[in-house]
């Protein structure tokens, strides 16, 4: 009963359907003839090959070859095809650890493109949009003036700020320096890209109305009168949706690869006897 649960549940699985499907392509492909056998002495070029490898070359050096050039890449195709067929007339495909490890290399490549492939439902990116609301969100925005004032004691800057928030003209106040006075509905990144991260958080973190200070900046010491805060808006979901969906493949990629693998692996009966 257990098994035969265990089978429907595998069956269920969208890697296992991908894999059966490879499975009836290649079988399809041997009843056709397809396969090689390494036994046939024949070599068939036939215009889809021929097509392939100039695509091939096309791909690598961003040109189409002419037909010298096509003239050669028929040939290497043929010395690699020879050898491919004289290597498995030998067995050299048997108990070879490299081509093991390459063949466990593309399954696990067709594994992770099926996985890949694999549509979420709406409620799984949903749930991770509530997760992760903070990274969705608009940024706040801040808008302030600052007075440059060098590197002064506390003492100075706190006699500055007393004067401006008595009414005094912030006019000739400060130290003469290349940065912008004010900024408007400036986002967290414009702020920092000018002042520095501890600057801008600061300002995020201080209040809109009088003269505040000192404020770090890569430069030395501001003060700062906030006019206007404007927080950050969470999106609605159907909006950044599409972000949404890619962020979630790329976190939870890892995950789906162990389940594909877990899924796979159920399927078979591993028996280990230890020395």
């Known amino acids: 009963m257990m098994m035969g649960e265990r089978l429907r549940r595998i069956a269920r699985e969208p890697l296992v359907h991908f894999l059966m499907a490879g499975l009836f392509v290649f079988a399809f492909a041997s009843w056709r003839g397809v396969a090689v056998d390494p036994a046939d002495r024949t070599i068939a070029i036939d215009e889809s090959r021929v097509t392939w490898l100039t695509r091939q070359f096309e791909q690598t050096w961003q040109r189409a070859p002419n037909p010298a050039e096509i003239d050669q890449l028929i040939r290497d195709y043929i010395k690699e095809e020879i050898y491919y ?3 498995l007339r030998m067995g050299l495909d048997q108990d070879d650890v490299i081509i093991r490890r390459r063949l466990r290399s593309k399954m696990e490549f067709l594994a992770a493109a099926a996985v890949e492939s694999a549509t979420p439902s709406d409620a799984d990116l949903q749930n991770w949009f509530e997760r992760n609301a903070p990274r969705y969100a608009a940024d706040a925005r801040v808008s302030f003036e600052q007075i440059f004032l060098g590197m002064p004691q506390d ?3 706190a006699d500055v700020i007393a004067r401006l928030n008595k009414g005094a003209s912030a006019q000739g106040l400060g130290q003469p320096i290349s940065l912008p006075v004010s900024l408007s509905r400036a986002s967290r990144a414009d702020i920092a890209r000018t002042f520095g991260d501890d600057f801008a958080d600061a300002l995020l973190a ?11 900046s890569g430069f030395g010491s501001h003060i700062v009168r906030i006019s206007a805060i404007e927080p950050g ?9 599409s972000r949404v969906e890619n962020d979630w493949r790329a976190a939870t990629l890892s995950e789906r690869q162990d389940k594909a693998y877990q899924t796979l692996l159920d399927a078979y009966i591993a028996r280990i006897e230890k020395p």
């Open 85 to 87: 067929r004289e290597a």
């Open 233 to 241: 808006q969470k999106p609605s979901f159907e909006s950044v949706r």
């Open 206 to 216: 201080g209040k809109s109305g009088q003269w505040t200070g000192p404020v770090s």
């Open 155 to 157: 003492v100075q800057a």
